[in-house]
C-alpha cells in the first residue's frame, strides 16, 4: 500500500537482476521471479542455499521462465528440500513441478491454514491466493535446525502474514530469510481472516529478539538493520490501532467508513486490502476490550462501550 506520513522508512531503490543468480550471504543466492506486481513488488525472490547440495527456498510462482531460472543456477546438482516459508501461491506456486523434476521432498509449517475461522457468512477475499492443498513431507517447527550442505538454519515461527509463516536465521551468520514477515520496500498485508495482528506483532518480537540483523526478504532487496526496521513496523502498526481508536471513539461507526478515513487514498483491490488489514486491526483491538466489534448484514460496526 502507499506509504502515510507516518510509515517506517521504506527502501524501494532494488535492482533485482530478474532471472539472474545473485550472491547474498555464504552459500545462499537470489533468483528474483518475473511476477512484479502492485502486491509483489519487483517479484518473488527464491534462494538457492547450500553449494554440493542445495535446497530450494521459496520457489516462487509457476512460471515457466522461472522454473528454467531455477534449473540453470541448481545446474545437476542434488535438491535435498524444497522449503517454502508459507503456502501463498506466488511462493509455493511452483514447488510440485520442481519436486517432480528433482525429487526433492517439500518442508513446511504444513498447508496452508487460516489464522482464525470464517465467521457466519465471512468471505475471504484472499482466500484464492492460499494453496491449501499443498502438503509436505516433513513439518517444521519452531526452533528446529536444518542442515543444508554446510549451512545451518534455524526455523523461526513467524504467524501474522498467515497462520504458517516460517522465517530461516542462518546460525553463525548475520542473515534470516524472511519470507513476507518483514520487507524493507512496503509493510506486509495482514489481512483477516487469513493474517492475525497479534500474532503479526508478536512475531516482530520474536524476529526483533533474534541475533541476526540482516534481513533478506521474500520481495524486494535485503535490511541491513532489520531489526530497527522491525521496530519501525512494530510502531506503525500500534500508531494505527490509534488511529482506528480515535476515528471510534468520535462515534459508532462502520469498518468501511473507518477504512475510507484512514486510508483515503487507496481505491480498488488496494481499498480492498486496507479494509482487510483494518479488520486486524480491530478484531486486536476488540480482544483486548478496548472496542467493540459486531457483525451484521449490513457489514461490520464498530464502537466503544456506551456508544449507541
Request: proline letters at 6%; one cysteine or more; hydrophobic letters at 40%.
Amino acid at each position: 500500500m502507499p506509504a502515510s506520513s507516518a510509515s517506517p522508512p521504506y527502501d524501494r531503490a532494488f535492482d533485482p537482476h530478474t532471472g539472474e543468480a545473485v550472491g547474498v550471504a555464504p552459500a545462499i543466492v537470489r533468483i528474483t521471479a518475473p511476477n512484479a506486481s502492485a502486491y509483489t513488488f519487483t517479484g518473488t525472490n527464491s534462494f538457492l542455499i547450500g553449494e554440493d547440495q542445495i535446497a530450494v527456498l521459496d520457489p516462487g510462482p509457476n512460471d515457466d521462465a522461472h522454473f528454467d531460472a531455477l534449473m540453470k543456477a541448481i545446474a545437476g546438482r542434488k535438491v535435498v528440500a524444497v522449503i517454502v516459508t508459507h503456502t501463498h501461491r506466488d511462493h509455493s506456486g511452483l514447488a510440485r513441478r520442481l519436486m517432480a523434476q528433482t525429487g526433492a521432498p517439500l518442508w513446511s509449517n504444513g498447508p496452508h491454514r487460516l489464522s482464525r475461522p470464517l465467521k457466519p457468512f465471512e468471505f475471504n477475499p484472499f482466500g484464492r491466493s492460499g494453496d491449501f492443498a499443498l502438503k509436505p513431507d516433513k513439518v517444521l517447527g519452531d526452533g528446529e535446525i536444518v542442515e543444508i550442505d554446510a549451512v545451518r538454519l534455524r526455523v523461526v515461527a513467524t504467524p501474522g502474514h498467515c497462520a504458517n509463516h516460517l522465517a530461516f536465521a542462518v546460525e553463525g551468520g548475520d542473515a534470516v530469510l524472511m519470507g513476507d514477515h518483514v520487507m524493507g520496500w512496503n509493510s506486509t498485508v495482514v489481512a483477516a481472516p487469513d493474517g492475525d495482528l497479534g500474532d503479526y506483532l508478536a512475531s516482530l518480537d520474536t524476529v526483533i529478539a533474534l541475533p541476526q540483523t540482516r534481513y533478506l526478504p521474500g520481495h524486494g532487496g535485503e535490511i541491513a538493520d532489520g531489526r530497527a526496521f522491525a521496530h519501525a513496523l512494530k510502531a506503525h502498526r500500534l500508531m494505527r490501532n490509534g488511529q482506528l481508536l480515535e476515528v471510534v471513539r468520535r462515534g459508532p461507526t462502520t469498518l468501511s467508513a473507518a477504512a475510507r478515513e484512514i486510508y483515503p487514498q487507496l481505491a480498488g483491490r488496494f481499498a480492498m486490502a486496507g479494509k482487510r488489514t483494518l479488520l486486524s486491526h480491530a478484531e486486536y483491538l476488540a480482544a483486548r476490550g478496548e472496542i467493540e466489534l459486531r457483525r451484521t448484514l449490513l457489514g461490520i460496526r464498530l464502537r466503544v462501550g456506551g456508544q449507541v
